[in-house]
């Protein structure tokens, strides 16, 4: 029987995690002296390397003394929570790290309320103490304090507590007395983390996550609750409704440093793949075909967001992308949902058009720009905030805001925050930032962030999670400016930019291809207008020395996926392929969007 540890690695986003994973694999000398590799290892995916966060769990496995030590990397955004909420059930003990100056954050609460509930014992470790204004002690204090609001129990808040800086790789119990090696913390695991609490009784697996081979087709993971599975042993899946379905084990692996191995049995406790299980869904149980025996299912937080994802209609269809049809756009959406449990897909009357429910901007943004990555070309409409009816009240999704911003400029950042029905509840100086907290329905938070870094010159820093549904908080002031619409097609001219600039703010370049119903800026005033931006200067054959200006534009304004999801209007779509992010009005006709908009009123 091999001594194994299951631990999560559970923290607020850029708090160090992946960082911290780095030094454990390192220090367990899985690669070879002169092997080259990349830092955050484990931070495999582009999208997950551009914008530094992590957005997919990950398994890795260390050998530590005498131990297997299997470690779950998690997201720390509460947008990914269907992430978090899975693999935590394959964990023992969760390793919360926290950042030693701005210790236990909104992101931080969400994540360690579920590991909490589901009785896992905490190791804290406060990172980056040798950052400046640093307060490893307070952080310490409000950690327990935390834990105590979110209901732990007695032995969870006895946790053991380590200090260090993942960076420099090192970790101790004083921080003022550094170490220089991260082996105290590996320690504390074997010490601390209980081994995995074995049942008695016939096999039982929770598939909690999955995995794609080009070769066997899907793959199951999870962590053997009971009993023992074996290579070609016969079992029996039990799914959702109730259906129970005999298949067999073609292939078993464990997880062994950054890859797999293949065994011929896994014992209970220990995290393995299962390739042969055929039509399997997250929260499934692989058990014994005489007494088969479901765990219970896996519950997922709702979606709080939804979004109309439509086929791209426009002129520029086609052009850049290869998976353009309605079925291309069915078919990648539903296989989405397989193993992203917080999103959910609906067909609506249309052929071409789908509800896709998430937890939040980010959620989605996320999925369309891993699709126009992989070549698909669609269109989405502006996000809409998820109502419910609870005791025949009328009840919305709302958030908690978190926002630190130089002392300056808090002021702006509050008034801002309440016209979007924020209620501030906390004011505190941190270090030499304010500290705000707001409670502000998820609808107030759409477009709010790039409102908040414009007027505290990009300084603030803006976190925020699913709170709770309240009733209905009232209307919300939209976007006040109007926008700048193409009248015609063709590539825009700089001269008829350098015309129209006193219009308002354009986002589009001199030479950039366009068509008639486009969105290529935001009008300086609240309604919208047709401009005729491809006009050229008039040319005769006379030189005039004094007449001819020359052309001065101010640069485009250029948004990032989620501020352009942010920006668009009920009336408008927004066109994304492989190459191009693009605003336009639903109806591209100027006399269709007049007979719409007088058929809407």
Same mark, same amino acid.
């Not at 850029?14 to 694999?25: C, M, R």
């Not at 260390?62 to 909420?85: L, M, S």
């Not at 009328?394 to 509050?414: R, Y």
């Not at 976190?463 to 709770?468: D, K, Q, T």
């Given at each position: ?7 999560a $690695?559970?923290?607020? #986003? ?9 030094? =454990? ?8 002296? +002169? ?36 470690? =779950? ?27 030693? /100056? ?19 014992? *905490?190791i804290?470790?406060? +990172? ?20 105590f ?33 991260? &082996? ?9 983390? *209980? ?8 096999l ?32 029996? @899946? !039990?799914?959702?409704?109730?259906? $129970?379905?005999?298949?067999?084990v073609?292939?078993?692996q ?16 220990? =995290? !393995? ?6 039509? /399997? ?6 058990? +014994? ?6 765990l ?6 709702? *979606? ?12 520029? /269809? ?24 917080a ?10 058009? /789908? ?5 939040? $901007? ?7 720009e ?22 025949g #009240?009328? !009840? ?29 509840? =906390? ?12 409670? $502000? ?10 409102n ?31 926008s ?56 005769? +054959? ?16 250029? &948004? ?13 779509? @927004? ?9 336009r ?5 100027e ?11």
């Open positions: 029987m091999q001594n194994i540890r299951n631990i $690695i559970i923290a607020h #986003v850029d708090h160090g995690k992946t960082t911290l994973v780095d030094k =454990i694999i390192h220090a367990s000398q899985i690669f070879r002296e +002169n092997q080259q590799f990349q830092d955050l290892i484990l931070d495999s995916n582009d999208l997950e390397r551009e914008r530094g966060i992590t957005i997919l769990s990950k398994n890795v496995s260390v050998r530590y003394k005498d131990a297997k030590i299997n470690i =779950i990397d998690t997201p720390g955004h509460a947008d990914f929570g269907g992430e978090v909420e899975r693999v935590l059930k394959m964990a023992d003990g969760v390793i919360l790290l926290v950042d030693a /100056f701005e210790g236990p954050m909104p992101q931080t609460r969400f994540v360690l309320g579920k590991a909490l509930a589901l009785g896992l014992t *905490p804290v470790v406060v +990172n980056k103490v040798d950052k400046e204004n640093c307060r490893p002690d307070e952080v310490h204090e409000s950690v327990f304090d935390l834990m609001n979110l209901d732990a129990t007695e032995e969870q808040l006895n946790f053991f507590t380590l200090y260090g800086s993942a960076k420099n790789n090192w970790m101790g119990p004083d921080w003022k007395n550094p170490t220089d090696t991260i &082996f105290p913390l590996l320690d504390a695991i074997l010490e601390h983390i *209980p081994a995995p609490k074995i049942d008695e009784g016939t039982q697996m929770q598939i909690t996550s999955l995995d794609y081979s080009n070769f066997v087709g899907r793959i199951a993971i999870g962590r053997v609750k009971r009993g023992t599975i074996m290579e070609n042993q016969q079992i029996a @899946l !039990c799914k959702a409704d109730g259906v $129970i379905k005999k298949m067999r073609k292939e078993l464990v997880f062994e440093g950054l890859g797999r191995v293949k065994v011929t049995e896994v014992a209970a406790g220990d =995290i !393995c793949a299962v390739m042969g299980v055929e039509d /399997f869904e997250i929260g499934d149980t692989i058990a +014994n075909p005489d007494t088969p025996e479901a219970p299912r896996i519950s997922i937080d709702e *979606p709080t967001m939804n979004m109309l994802f439509t086929i791209n209609n426009s002129p520029f /269809f086609g052009k850049e992308g290869k998976f353009v049809t309605s079925r291309h756009l069915r078919d990648r959406l539903f296989k989405e949902t397989e193993k992203n449990l999103l959910r897909v609906e067909s609506t009357e249309s052929e071409d058009k /789908f509800l896709v429910y998430g937890r939040g $901007i980010l959620h989605l943004s996320i999925l369309i891993t699709m126009r990555r992989e070549g698909y070309e669609l269109q989405v409409g502006q996000p809409q905030v998820i109502f419910k009816d609870i005791d #009240v009328k !009840c919305e999704p709302i958030e908690l805001l978190v926002v630190d911003v130089p002392q300056e400029t808090a002021g702006k950042v509050i008034e801002l925050a309440t016209q979007r029905k924020g209620e501030l509840t =906390i004011m505190e100086p941190k270090g030499d930032l304010q500290h705000l907290e707001f409670r $502000i329905p998820s609808r107030g938070l759409i477009g709010l962030r790039n908040v870094l414009t007027a505290t010159q990009g300084e603030a820093i803006m976190n925020h999670r699913f709170s709770a549904y309240e009733p209905f908080k009232g209307t919300i002031p939209g976007r006040i400016n109007g700048l619409i193409a009248m015609e097609g063709g590539p825009c001219t700089a001269y008829a930019i350098d015309k129209l600039q006193d219009r308002g703010t354009f986002f589009v370049d001199p030479g950039d291809d366009l068509y008639a119903g486009q969105v290529v800026g935001e009008h300086s005033r609240d309604n919208d207008i047709v401009v005729n931006i491809q006009k050229g200067k008039k040319l005769t +054959n006379m030189r005039a020395s004094g007449s001819d200006d020359n052309v001065r534009i101010i640069p485009a304004k250029k &948004f990032s996926l989620e501020e352009s999801m942010e920006y668009i209007q009920k009336d408008e779509y @927004l066109e994304i392929t492989p190459k191009s992010i693009r605003m009005k639903i109806y591209l006709d006399n269709e969007r007049g007979r719409m908009a007088k058929k809407d009123s």
